[in-house]
């Protein structure tokens, strides 16, 4: 099939994507491999969020769930939309400072080069940061559980920190629907800050502008150093390579197959009604113990109240879906969903040059 | 009778009742004297511009202390966002000087809390805007402006920056490429004292001040620590910088009154001495 054929069905398609946006990036992330390590976090941070007043920012991060995430309650904070007819936005507010968690001082100087025998430690007392519950989860041992919950900006196709701006320094780009701050527009107002109900939107207050994660732009087009096109650095450099990155209207990716064909990936929160483009393979985790270490197949570790929380009930059918196939194979069987899930060809989880 | 007549006669031969007369003619000239100055006592909306000899940059300058200030009443603006109608400053006070080259505008209001300082995500600033049209003999939409009829607005902000910008309706303003407007504040006894310093020649997109016509102007308040910005500010209605002779201004005026006082004049000396011929035939 030509590059050609793929556009024109791209252009038929029948997938929801924003007014005036001609193709949608979209990422899936399969939360059953994630390790918490930060590789993810790490290069986004160093790429685009080291110093400047951005000290605090993690347009990338990864939360242990359940747990309070990054900026502190987040999920409890509103915004998004009243309704899935998106006419009326949901007023949010905006976390302190604190609740990102502080930039602390460390005596690396006094350890390095003054001959400290102290241990390496903040110079100020914090009382919260990201990652302050890492591993807490929830449930009694032997059957506590938690997961890791990466999380960007979803590039939403109906974004509210957009539609709140009153400068509309916020926008869709036509090309491929990322949403981007236009920094000589944005006047520091904040009213993205508290309109994103993921709380993806940042005030940079040295520049006195917000800012947010970019879907790596530059490096989608091929304007980096090598004018190679890459993928975003968060799904480059995670080391078990969780992260599908392409185009939700590429119909022959694996992002399309497994959001619109399986439905196995998810939207975080859809109750946000922002229809982010940020999708999630549930965590499936071994079922329950009992005290004398047995399995009970009956009872799931992680509640699925809790995973349909923050997938919605279409929980239910991606996990038996998934279920269902894992089964398919155990069996002998074949299953294209457990091939995409399970592939390591990079030209398949990163497909960003179908379009041009 | 006649003798008590004659008594109260004066060598001139006037009577106490020419005197009385007299009198109130008098009174009645200098009534039509002192009218035009009671008549021009300023409409509410009117923003005397004094004319003053040194820079009145300094909102501490001490020529501020002798111009007068007018108090404008503040309201929020209907703009839509979020708590708009949620604004904490209740009115402002504006006045206004030029000298040979340049304007000067003071514009002072209570508020207790400096809020010089954004150190994170919930902060906001202190912040005060001053609006004139940029076609001076036009008046624009009060929402800052329109987009054929725009304004221009001089705005500081508590950190102590200051911006000359454009605007052609809510959401539009833009910064002009040269800054031509000087911001200085002072906070005083829980209040903000703002004066901005603009040369009173504009150019392509910049109000003329240099102009015999009013010229319209409006101001807005941010609360930073009430979490106000943008469009949740409070504002003021259309008032005007007195720059011109306006439609009954000082030249025009003072011919009027002065024909009606010659007018009460000469129809009072012609009644005096009609009476005293009278009184003469009488006799």
Known sequence: MSTDD????????????????????AMVMDLNKCIGCQTCTIACKTLWTEGGGRDYMYWNNVE??????????????????????????????????EEYGGDWEFNHSEIMYDGSDEPLRPQTDPEWGPNWDEDEGAGEYPNSYYFYLPRICNHCTH?????????KALYKREEDGIVLVDQERCRGYRYCVEGCPYDKVYYNAMTKKSEKCIFCYPRIEGEGPDDEVHATACAEECPPQLRLVGYLDDEDGPIYKLVEEYEVALPLHPEFETTPNVYYIPPYAPPQHSEDGESIQS????????????????VHDALDTIERHRDRVRRGGESELMEILQDKNPAQQYRLEVFE | MSDRQEANSNADGWTRSDMVIVAVVVLAVGAAATLPSISSARPANEVPVESVSANASSPTAPAWGDIPAVTMALSSAPSGLPEASNVSVQSARLQAATNDTHAFVRVSWSDATADRNVTGPTAFFDAVAVQVPTNESARPPIAMGGSNNPVNVWYWSGDGTSEELLAGGAGTTTEFASQSVDARAAHENDSWHVTFTRELAGDANRT???????????????NGSYDERAGRKAVSDWHYLALGPGPSGPPYQTILWAAAGLAVLFVSVVTIEGVRRTRGDGA
Request: glycine share 8%; with cysteine.
């Open chain 1, 159 to 167: 974004p509210s920190c957009v539609e709140a701006c009153p400068r």
């Open chain 1, 64 to 97: 242990t769930k359940p747990g309070k995430g990054y900026p502190r309650d987040w999920e409890e904070s509103a915004g998004g939309w009243e309704s899935e007819d998106h006419s009326d936005r949901k007023p949010g507010d905006i976390h302190p400072r």
């Open chain 2, 208 to 222: 003329d001040l240099d102009v015999e016509r009013d010229v319209d102007v409006a101001v807005a308040v941010w």
């Open chain 1, 6 to 25: 793929v556009q024109d069905q791209g252009e038929d398609t029948h997938i929801d994507i924003a007014d005036g946006v001609d193709h949608q990036v």
């Open chain 1, 299 to 314: 009872i799931e570790r992680i509640p699925r109240e809790y995973l349909e929380e923050l997938f919605g009930d279409r």
